[in-house]
């Protein structure tokens, strides 16, 4: 019931308040109150039968949003309950396939240690049949041990000064010292002849860049080494031999050891001429840069001169068992 509605009633009553000194009602007016009185009650019920009405359709709005809310809400748990069973498979799947990559990581970790052990089984291998090839050409030519040893550490400081990685250092090392290695096949004739070789003892003599590329064979250790052997005699300008390569068609590591193998040669006693001084050795080979030899390379090699790394060289060699 609303304020005004409280309002009229008590306005009404006080009308017929007892405390009202009125006259007498007649039967017409007790008629005409009693009418009035059922109308308000009426009125009245009519009012709150509508709040109740609305009451209840409000009651009803809400229960139907609850019931929409708690449809929603159970939806969205079917949902995460969903997500849930599929997150707990993927973390499943994810967790195995986690398992199976270390298990390859580890796998991968033991093929690679079995590999570096291969490789090193392989190159200790390697450097002893390199041995076992320089005692075989000592023993042939006396005077090849020292030379191969100095040849080794012409080409070593060279490599250094040139700024190669210190593997490749090593590996340019090692595998000069079987530059000659063809010789083997040379007859001892033609090796220790005194005097200028002919035409022919010359044809023969080249042939050694051959056989010491085939007597190194296929072996990926000896895949520098082999490059060094067939093309130590090559030219910068094209004109040397066998196969009359020029400038960087000729691998760096024979250009370097042709040039650490001609000072050589010229700075040590021969059966057909005396040793040269380091000095003429050295202008000889400047000389002959940019045609015989890499300038680059020889750069190098006069710069090490320069410092004394070629003295000291020549002095420990000498000072060595094969010196």
């Known amino acids: 019931m609303s304020p005004d509605e409280r309002e009229r009633m008590t306005i009404e009553v006080v009308e017929v308040s007892p405390n009202v000194h009125l006259p007498p009602p007649t039967q017409s007016v007790q008629s005409e109150v009693f009418r009035q009185l059922l109308q308000q009650a009426i009125r009245i019920a009519d009012q709150a039968n509508t709040q109740a009405v609305r009451m209840a359709q409000d009651f009803a709005d809400i229960y139907r949003r609850e019931q929409a809310i708690r449809s929603e809400y159970e939806g969205k748990l079917r949902e995460l309950r969903i997500m849930e069973g599929q997150s707990t498979r993927y973390a499943e799947d994810l967790a195995e396939m986690l398992r199976g990559e270390r298990d390859r990581r580890m796998e991968l970790e033991r093929a690679l240690e079995q590999e570096r052990l291969a490789n090193e089984e392989l190159r200790r291998t390697g450097l002893q049949g390199i041995s076992h090839l320089l005692l075989a050409a000592t023993i042939k030519d006396r005077t090849t041990g020292a030379h191969l040893l100095r040849v080794r550490r012409y080409v070593e400081a060279i490599a250094e000064r040139l700024g190669l990685p210190r593997e490749k250092v090593e590996e340019f090392g090692y595998s000069s010292v079987m530059h000659d290695v063809g010789k083997i096949h040379t007859p001892d004739h033609i090796l220790q002849s005194e005097h200028h070789l002919s035409t022919e003892e010359f044809e023969v003599i080249k042939q050694h860049c051959v056989d ?27 004109r040397g031999y066998p196969d009359g390569k020029k400038g960087d068609e000729i691998s760096l590591a024979a250009r370097i ?14 059966p057909y001429k005396e040793a ?45 068992r094969l010196g």
């Open 212 to 238: 010491g590329e085939v007597m190194l064979g296929d072996a990926r250790f000896f895949e520098t080494a082999r490059a060094i052997a067939r093309e130590h005699h090559e030219r910068w300008d094209g």
């Open 257 to 270: 050891v042709s040039v650490a193998d001609v000072f050589d040669a010229l700075t040590s006693k021969r």
């Open 276 to 320: 040269w001084s380091a000095a003429e050795g050295m202008a000889a080979v400047a000389a002959a840069a940019g045609a015989q030899f890499d300038p680059e390379v020889v750069s190098a090699f006069q710069s090490l001169e320069s410092d004394g790394t070629i003295e000291r060289i020549r002095r420990e060699v000498a000072s060595s």
